[in-house]
Nanobody, 124 residues
């Protein structure tokens, strides 16, 4: 069983930056693909970025060049550095972990573990 706890959300002006963190507890963190999703009101939960256990990273087109995902296996943590934030980035951001998917870009309902979410609000 893996538990995920996010932190770092908040309110920021457009063009600003935030850094989200996700602390994972449980065994075999190194063998999980970790990632971030987001969900805005009225929208489906959507993929943002992932970092596979093999070291590959993947990004949604909407965040490429602005967001950077990283992981620290020693700290069992994954991070999302968000720069040049836009109002359309406003959403609840969820940390995700999965032992099977190498990208987390499959069916959202098949992802094994989720955090509780952290709110990111970008004002214009």
């Amino acid at each position: 069983q893996v538990q995920l706890v996010e932190s770092g959300g908040g309110l920021v002006q457009a063009g600003g930056s935030l850094r989200l963190a996700c602390l994972a507890s449980g065994p075999t963190f190194n063998s999980y693909t970790m990632g971030w999703f987001r969900q805005a009101p009225g929208n489906h939960r959507e993929f943002v970025a992932s970092f596979s256990w093999r070291g590959s990273t993947y990004y949604a087109d909407s965040v490429k060049g602005r967001f950077t995902i990283s992981r620290d296996n020693a700290k069992t943590s994954v991070y999302l550095q968000m720069n040049s934030l836009k109002p359309e980035d406003t959403a609840v951001y969820y940390c995700a972990a999965d032992p099977v998917s190498s990208t987390l870009r499959g069916v959202v309902s098949q992802i094994h573990y989720w955090g509780q979410g952290t709110q990111v609000t970008v004002s214009s």
